[in-house]
């Protein structure tokens, strides 16, 4: 999702190496977790957005 929305707006991100992706979530004001788990037990969180690289689907 480019851009932004008035009723969206993402707060956290999960990544198994988090220093990976530091300067991405500084500018996107994001939370890096390492565990989905963190954020099933996030009250802030309302729905969860699943993105994988294509390179990282099953290929059928």
Do not use: C, W
């Not at 993402?10 to 990976?20: C, L, N, Q, R, Y």
């Not at 991405?24 to 939370?31: D, F, G, M, S, T």
């Amino acid at each position: 999702m480019n851009g932004k929305h008035q009723d969206i707006s993402f707060i956290d991100t999960v990544s198994k190496e988090p220093e990976d992706i530091e300067q991405y979530a500084k500018v996107h004001q994001l939370k890096i977790s390492t565990e989905t788990a963190d954020l099933l037990l996030d009250p802030e969180v309302e729905a969860i957005v699943l993105a994988r690289p294509h390179s990282l689907h099953v290929h059928k």
